[in-house]
């Protein structure tokens, strides 16, 4: 089963956000997020002086996904943060980016196939992505 893909705005466990997605992929109407896109966090380690989180990139995403030559973040994917690591906690649920081949569901497969994956994908409404690879101005 695949996981919900992530999007810029979606919420991290530590209550931040993503704040960047790749422009010409949209995932429920918001841009995809990938593997080195940035988050925020809010969050503050207790001390003297205080250490603020700040937030950091993406560390984890589909391999098998790609957006612009980047893997696709997920729900549960893992953040680089300063404090205690940080996971996406939010997605698109009608966009699952699975892990296993087998096509789009098209019945091709192949370049046909994966052209209806992307178009879903960029849809966003009732779309299961098992393998896109989606290149910026294709």
Do not use: Q, W, Y
Not at 39 to 47: A, E
């Amino acid at each position: 089963m695949g996981k919900p893909a992530a999007r810029m705005g979606d919420m991290t466990a530590h209550g931040g956000a993503l704040v960047f997605g790749f422009p010409t992929v949209l995932i429920g109407g918001m841009p995809a997020a990938r593997l080195s896109d940035m988050h925020l966090c809010p969050m503050v380690t207790p001390g003297l002086p205080p250490i603020p989180h700040v937030g950091g990139p993406v560390t984890l995403g589909s391999p098998m996904v790609l957006i612009g030559g980047m893997p696709a973040a997920r729900m549960g994917d893992m953040l680089v943060c300063v404090g205690p690591p940080d996971t996406i906690v939010m997605g698109c649920f009608t966009v699952l980016i699975g892990e296993g081949g087998g096509g789009s569901g098209s019945g091709g497969g192949g370049a046909g196939g994966a052209a209806a994956g992307a178009a879903n994908a960029a849809g966003g409404d009732g779309a299961r992505v098992n393998a896109v690879a989606a290149t910026e101005g294709h």
